[in-house]
């Protein structure tokens, strides 16, 4: 099952293999959804773990053997620059791409500087920033040449968007939730502002990157249909892309 991560009533495709699950709102229920808040839940958080508290849902309340999570907006797709929910792929097409593959994610964006100082300019201060790597130095010591080596670099999976087979899904709940609820102890967002506290869903974005990174896995990355953009913001983006990969290219032979 592929579930469909939404805050709000929306409007949203029919597709075979697909259920939405609704998050960070307990007053109403939206029309044959499922809820964050029921079962083994982490819904309280979702202000600072955004989509990551469906996730945990999944992870801890569903049994299917492919698990998988999209947003209201954004679906893996046929094609880049498409808005169409036509373009959206269907649950078997997606399966059928994992044959021989770990997992498929979203197409990595790239940013002008390194990933480190892209999750500071998002909502990360170097405090906090120190504060993930000693939690990762001492939960996963093991993961911290490919923490460094995805942080030095420009590119980045996002969206917390995947789709894998349940014990691969389960094995990376199991190892990203620990990490979040250590960092969590450690940070005070009380004045923060609203974007800034959602820290923890930024961090959980980042970490899937290094997650597949130090596992070696075999990745698909493909393109988001994002069904709220027009086509001029298609063009942005793509061109944005173009010139951080530049910019960064330019930055790196300088130095």
């Given at each position: 099952?592929?579930?469909?991560?939404t805050h709000k009533r929306?409007?949203?495709?029919k597709?075979?293999?697909?259920?939405?699950?609704?998050v960070?709102?307990?007053?109403?229920?939206f029309?044959?959804?499922l809820r964050?808040?029921?079962?083994d839940?982490?819904a309280?958080r979702n202000?600072s773990?955004?989509e990551?508290t469906?996730?945990?849902?999944?992870?801890k309340?569903?049994d299917d053997?492919f698990?998988?999570?999209a947003?209201?907006?954004r679906?893996f797709?046929?094609?880049?620059l498409s808005s169409?929910?036509s373009?959206?792929?269907?649950?078997?097409?997606?399966i059928g791409?994992?044959?021989g593959?770990?997992?498929?994610?979203?197409?990595p964006a790239?940013?002008?500087v390194d990933?480190?100082e892209q999750l500071l300019?998002d909502?990360?201060?170097?405090?906090?920033?120190s504060?993930?790597?000693?939690v990762?130095e001492?939960l996963?010591?093991e993961y911290m040449d490919?923490?460094?080596?995805?942080?030095a670099?420009?590119?980045?999976?996002?969206?917390?968007?995947?789709?894998c087979r349940k014990?691969?899904?389960?094995?990376?709940c199991?190892?990203l939730?620990?990490?979040l609820f250590?960092?969590e102890?450690?940070v005070d967002?009380?004045g923060?502002s609203?974007?800034?506290?959602?820290?923890f869903?930024?961090?959980?974005e980042?970490?899937?990157?290094?997650?597949?990174?130090?596992n070696r896995?075999s990745v698909?990355y493909?393109p988001?249909?994002?069904?709220?953009?027009t086509?001029?913001?298609?063009?942005?983006?793509?061109r944005?892309?173009?010139t951080?990969?530049?910019?960064f290219?330019?930055?790196k032979?300088?130095?």
């Amino acid at each position: 099952m592929i579930y469909i991560v939404t805050h709000k009533r929306v409007d949203l495709p029919k597709l075979k293999g697909y259920r939405a699950i609704q998050v960070g709102s307990a007053e109403e229920d939206f029309p044959g959804c499922l809820r964050d808040d029921t079962g083994d839940n982490i819904a309280d958080r979702n202000a600072s773990y955004c989509e990551l508290t469906a996730m945990y849902w999944i992870w801890k309340n569903t049994d299917d053997p492919f698990k998988g999570l999209a947003h209201y907006r954004r679906y893996f797709g046929r094609r880049p620059l498409s808005s169409r929910v036509s373009d959206i792929l269907g649950y078997d097409a997606l399966i059928g791409m994992l044959e021989g593959r770990d997992l498929l994610v979203a197409k990595p964006a790239v940013y002008h500087v390194d990933a480190r100082e892209q999750l500071l300019m998002d909502c990360c201060t170097p405090e906090t920033f120190s504060k993930l790597e000693t939690v990762i130095e001492t939960l996963s010591p093991e993961y911290m040449d490919a923490f460094r080596t995805f942080f030095a670099g420009n590119r980045a999976a996002q969206y917390n968007m995947l789709i894998c087979r349940k014990a691969l899904f389960d094995d990376y709940c199991a190892w990203l939730f620990p990490i979040l609820f250590s960092l969590e102890d450690k940070v005070d967002l009380s004045g923060a502002s609203a974007y800034q506290k959602r820290l923890f869903g930024f961090v959980g974005e980042r970490l899937m990157n290094v997650w597949t990174l130090h596992n070696r896995l075999s990745v698909g990355y493909l393109p988001v249909v994002s069904t709220e953009y027009t086509r001029k913001d298609h063009l942005t983006y793509l061109r944005r892309d173009i010139t951080n990969g530049l910019r960064f290219r330019l930055q790196k032979k300088g130095s």
